[in-house]
């Protein structure tokens, strides 16, 4: 029995190809970026979930799933203590009594699990804290050699979706004109479940936060391998179930005898199932407290150490340790196998009595991962205010967006072009290092009855790749040498591009984050490292602003360059040359997801004319460079802040 089901053409790895390759390769550039600096799309459950006022497990079980599988990866919840039956419930309303559950008034065909007694049944089977059984905890996989990078094909029937219409325009990655249509899964095998009305909510004994978490669970189970991997964020906001006297009334507060006791705090009820998942706020205060020991986020190879000049290194008589820092996504999921971070949000004053002090080593405390972001957008949805990109402003502690997210929807339905709308403030906001959280009904449908509109504002948050790039330089001859990354500066996004065209580079001054600089001459791929004048060398921006920020240099640059010989692309130091679809840094890196690599598929293709004028050029360029100027190795390693070496993201 499976709780996390999601439709098959949700998933992320089952979709086109490159819609694979682009999420993949976006979480292995930001891989050494501490995890407060990174954007992640998020949804606000009740609003993708619940909006009808349908608490029903069946169905939050398929929702949540959608979800999972599409991409998002932060999750707000509301969790409301029902006193009537001591658990955590999804339903806003106590569905027992004294005498048992309350009366039923439907009976409906919907679920693929168990009944509500059977369910209730086994959750308390041999169980005295009534908490589903955990599954067996796994390890980041590594993938075997034998392997395809490829993602697998997919076949059913495809079920058309309404079309957006939506202005584009020069300043931003695009937005599709239209959803994209997915294939749907069939309809599960029916079985009778008994639904409480209970004034506007009609509401099942299942649908609780054990349920949440069993699908969170296995969703995480389902993807443990280093292509799947990726790191979540569920934020709970605390509540106390209305009476069943006045549904849509205002919950009295829980005496102190009602309260949780120590088996049913939060973090009991989620790591009964996801603690071999969860980094908690006690790992991070002991890892912080000395970066010299044996478990220190420098401990491990330098591909897996966080970027250190995101954060202050401080030393105290000989003890390295850092006031602010985060391990990076490499870090927590590579090395400590770890997924799931969770924190408290709002709590309601019923529930000022609970016992927080209980939960403080595995939760963290409210706004401790998410930090609203107060943002105002103009007429044309770009952001007016709020935004962290300033172009005068590129030192890290003037331009903070740790944790920053902000919410859209404002608990709407938003259909047509009020979703265009969204679709375009969520890439805006991302643009401008913000966590773009959607708190709305999509198309006016929750994400089990139309994942589609859903999938489509997790597209809208990549920041690296256009839409439909990049292209599978194996799927066709007149793309064989598209396997070199450049950054388009009227789309904003990144497109593949033939490794031998002259172009541009993007080098990152020193080792900072948002200070870039635009090679001095234009060369084919393996060659514009040499144009990286004093210290800086040829980069690719890790996160969407590094991106927004590189973006703004190379549109001045282009501005100020009348002779504009160069085109709107300008190369990153991204490729594929190893591995067809396995984007790397760096020239001469191995593709991490497979055997031994192909020499042959390094080979950059360059006219022997071309070739032999970008030579003399080269040798010209050395010859006048300084001698700190060099063509980026296979592996360069760089000095960050506090004397810390790391190296370059291995994919």
Known sequence: MSYYNPDPAAIIAQQQDERFVTFLSQRDTSLQIPVNYVTYPGVVLTAACFSHGRYEETAAAKCLSNLLATGFRRLEADVYWDVSRSIWSLCPVQLGSADGPLSTSVSEASTPFQTATQLASDLLTNREDGKRAAPTPLHVLERQNSDVLTAPSFSTTSVSTPSITTTLTLNGPLIPTSLPSYSRAPDPVPSDVTVIQAGPYSCTLGADLALLIQVLSEHLQSTETNLNASTNMLTLNIHAAASPDDPAGSAQAPTDEQMPDSGSLLSSVIASNTSVYMYTPNELESQRSNLNNSKSWFAVLPEFQPAAVYFQVDDDSGRVYTPDGWPSEAYIEMQQAKRLLVGFGEVDPQMSGYNFSGDEGMMFSQNYIDESRVVTFGSDDNVESGCFFNPGVTSLEATNNSWALTSLGNGTAPTGAGLSSILLQARNLTSCGISAIINGTLNNATADENFEAYAAFVDATVWTWAPGQPVNSSASEQY???????????????????????????????????????????????????????????????????????????????????????????????????????????????????????????????????????????????LVKCAGNRQKSKRRRRRGDGGWDYEGVPS
């Not at 200070?515 to 004048?533: F, G, K, M, T």
């Not at 984007?583 to 497979?594: A, K, L």
């Open 480 to 622: 064989s040498n598209y396997r070199c990354a450049a950054l388009n500066a009227t789309s904003g996004h990144w497109q593949a591009s033939d490794c031998s065209d002259s172009l541009y580079g993007a080098c990152r001054i020193g080792d900072e984050p948002y200070r870039w600089q635009i090679s001095d001459s234009n060369a084919p791929y393996d060659r514009v490292a040499l144009a990286c004048e004093g210290n800086s060398s040829l980069d690719v921006p890790r996160t969407a602003l590094e991106n927004r920020y590189l973006l703004s240099t190379w549109r001045e640059y282009r501005a100020s360059d009348s002779d504009d010989d160069g085109g709107a692309l300008l190369w990153l130091d991204l490729n594929d040359l190893d591995v067809t679809s396995c984007w790397v840094i760096g020239q001469n890196t191995s593709c991490p997801y497979d055997g031994p690599p192909s020499t042959s598929t390094r080979e950059i293709a360059v006219p022997v004319v071309g070739g032999v004028i970008v030579l003399v050029l080269a040798v010209l360029t050395v």
